[in-house]
């Protein structure tokens, strides 16, 4: 795998806003080829269609992450039109937070299938193919959440520590094969993810907090082509940044 972006077949979930269409958007503009997903088809279409018409390769492949068929068929689209996979960045996730004590359990089951499941389901999706190539990319995301835990963040912080926590077995276990594995962990960056939240007091409270808080999403686009830049014998294993402004 070659240290420039040029050229790599880069499949992305969650591209339908924020990190995830911030990175397609600047990946493309560097002569990648983005493969996009989410479950909002007409979002990720108008992207795709955008980033071709200024020059770009970029293709859309509607995908729900909870769904291990679904991942497995958007993956397979992409060595389908491509013939190979490069880099997957597992980023699809929510973070409905809100104390315990409010029981909102259909919100923890939604959190551990997408933040965890669906991180699990992308690496399942791409393995073989990048363990066959002795190649390959996998980054996901993680958060400041995966390294601390705060009162109503209990569920999604145990979400993202386990993105980190999978994402170093998995370093440890694809060495054989020659994979680089890379997870990089925001602070608050100004995304739709406050409006995941169910509890219209915790959206309030967390939109303020972002409109005060957030950078914008190319902070993250640029971690991603940090990572990906490096000479192959160099593995990215961790970035965790945040706005200089953010206390927590
Ligand atoms: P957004 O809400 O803007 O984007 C979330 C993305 O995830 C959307 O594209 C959404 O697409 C997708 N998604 C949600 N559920 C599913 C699903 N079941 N299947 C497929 N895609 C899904 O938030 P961000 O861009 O901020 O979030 C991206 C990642 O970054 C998340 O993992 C989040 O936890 C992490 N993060 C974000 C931080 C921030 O401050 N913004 C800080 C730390 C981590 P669709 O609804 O179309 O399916």
Do not use: C
């Amino acid at each position: 795998m070659s240290n420039s972006i040029e050229g790599k077949v880069v499949v992305i979930t969650g591209a339908s806003s924020g990190l995830g269409e911030a990175t397609a958007r600047m990946l493309a503009t560097q002569g990648a080829a983005v493969v996009l997903g989410a479950r909002r088809a007409e979002r990720i279409q108008a992207l795709a269609a955008e980033l071709v018409a200024a020059g770009g390769k970029a293709i859309a492949v509607t995908t729900d992450v909870t769904d291990a068929a679904q991942v497995q068929r958007l993956v397979d689209r992409a060595i389908e039109v491509h013939g190979q996979v490069d880099v997957l960045i597992n980023n699809a996730g929510l973070m409905p937070q809100s104390l315990l004590e409010r029981l909102k359990i259909e919100d923890w089951d939604r959190t551990i299938d997408v933040n965890i499941k669906g991180v699990l389901y992308g690496i399942a999706a791409v393995l073989p193919h990048m363990q066959q190539r002795k190649s390959g990319q996998i980054i996901n995301v993680s958060s400041v959440a995966g390294h601390k835990v705060r009162a109503g963040g209990a569920v999604y912080a145990a979400t993202k520590h386990a993105v980190r926590v999978i994402s170093e077995g998995l370093r440890q276990e694809v060495k054989p094969y020659n994979i680089r594995t890379t997870v990089i962990s925001p602070g608050a960056v100004d995304t739709e993810l406050p409006d995941s939240a169910t509890e219209a007091d915790v959206r309030e409270n967390m939109r303020k907090y972002y409109a005060d808080v957030a950078i914008p999403a190319d902070a993250f686009a640029r971690a991603v082509v940090f990572a990906m830049q490096q000479p192959e014998d160099v593995d990215i294993n961790e970035i965790l940044f945040r706005p200089t402004r953010q206390e927590y």
